[in-house]
């Protein structure tokens, strides 16, 4: 190709980049001329109710009382110990442990998973009320020692009898062993004392074809339980008089039908009274109370250790045959509200009065024990 024809092609070349960038610039130009004479688009109308609304204060913040001002909080990690107030009554603000003055109302206190009972009672007094609702319970103590406040019950449940069927309550028994130490102490606000409660639990297994028992996990409801059913307990106690190791003493006599040979003892006091009396009778004698039925006046029972030292002598046996000191025998105690007295029978599981003169002896140890 000739230079003539390249410088030609050259030419052509320039011309054309220089068309495009006239147009470009004469593009842009334009759209900044039609960016600066356009006009700004009417406002927006807004329906007039919706301008102003109507102000709600349903959900407004109550403004706090000008005296009001906010806790102070704490100085140490560990958290202040809270109440739970004992119903009916309402705990006032005892200030345990920070010098505050005593509550007059028996109340439980916690701090974490920690709780005990505070009562505005001297410790021996708590110490044998506390004793006697265990006794009131059916326990058996294997520890009652006033001085150090501590009381310790034996195990109670793994019965050997088997279960009914659908007796699911029956049957959790037979395969859990159950025991409660409790201990009262001073409280650390003058005039009043501390009770706290633990649990140990056994369940049976069967490990090579034998039963065995084994520590059960740690739970908290059983001693939690146990504690709210003791503060229920003495604050139903609160208004009576200080209580005494022992009731008042009242007339009580033993009778035995000569046709039937059921012997009833009778009681010189109203149900009320009665009731409490042969259930504390019938835990410091060693029987065992595995249930109670209060509006039917029933306890239910196992001999326990109640003729355990004279079965040891052979005076149960020689008198009431040779399961006359059986520990696992059972029988029902029938406490009979007949207006200002009370009648005490001993019957059979099913009912039946017993005809024998066990029912004479078990009413013996009663009244042995509840004056």
């Not at 006033?146 to 009381?151: A, E, P, R, W």
Request: hydrophobic letters at 35%; a neutral charge; aromatic letters at 4%.
């Amino acid at each position: 190709m000739t230079k003539v024809s390249l410088r030609r092609i050259a030419i052509l070349g320039l011309t054309i980049v220089c068309a495009a960038l006239f147009s470009a610039c004469s593009n842009s130009k334009k759209e900044d001329l039609a960016y600066k004479n356009a006009k700004a688009p009417p406002p927006l109308e807004v329906p007039p109710d919706l301008i102003s609304p109507t102000e709600d204060k349903s959900n407004a913040i109550p403004e706090l009382p000008a005296h009001t001002t906010a806790p102070a909080e704490p100085t140490t990690s560990t958290p202040p110990a809270t109440t739970e107030a004992s119903p009916p009554q309402q705990a006032q603000d005892n200030g345990a442990g920070q010098g505050g003055a005593a509550t007059s109302a028996i109340h439980i206190e916690k701090q974490g998973a920690q709780r005990w009972l505070v009562v505005p009672q001297p410790k021996d007094q708590v110490w044998q009320r506390t004793k006697d609702f265990l006794q009131e319970k059916g326990f058996s103590l294997a520890k009652a020692d006033q001085d150090s406040g501590m009381l310790e019950t034996d195990w109670r449940g793994g019965d050997k009898q088997a279960a009914p069927a659908g007796d699911l309550n029956a049957a959790m028994k037979s395969v859990l062993k159950d025991k409660y130490k409790l201990r009262v102490e001073d409280g650390r606000v003058a005039g009043t004392s501390e009770v706290t409660v633990s649990h140990e639990g056994l369940e049976r297994i069967t490990k090579d074809g034998k039963p065995q028992w084994q520590p059960r996990m740690d739970d908290p409801m059983p001693a939690a339980a146990m504690l709210d059913q003791l503060r229920a307990y003495l604050s139903s106690e609160a208004s009576a008089p200080p209580p005494q190791e022992t009731m008042p003493a009242v007339k009580a006599d033993i009778t035995t039908d000569p046709n039937t040979s059921v012997s009833t003892l009778t009681l010189n006091e109203a149900f009320d009274r009665a009731w409490r009396r042969i259930g504390l009778a019938l835990g410091r004698n060693g029987f065992v109370i595995e249930d109670r039925d209060r509006s039917k006046g029933l306890y239910m029972i196992r001999l326990g250790s109640a003729f355990k030292e004279d079965a040891k002598a052979g005076f149960v046996a020689r008198l009431f045959g040779s399961n006359g000191g059986d520990p696992d025998k059972r029988y029902r105690v029938h406490v009979d509200d007949r207006g200002d007295e009370s009648a005490v029978v001993v019957e059979h599981p099913g009912g039946a009065p017993v005809h024998t003169s066990i029912g004479e002896r078990i009413l013996s140890r009663l009244i042995a024990k509840s004056s």
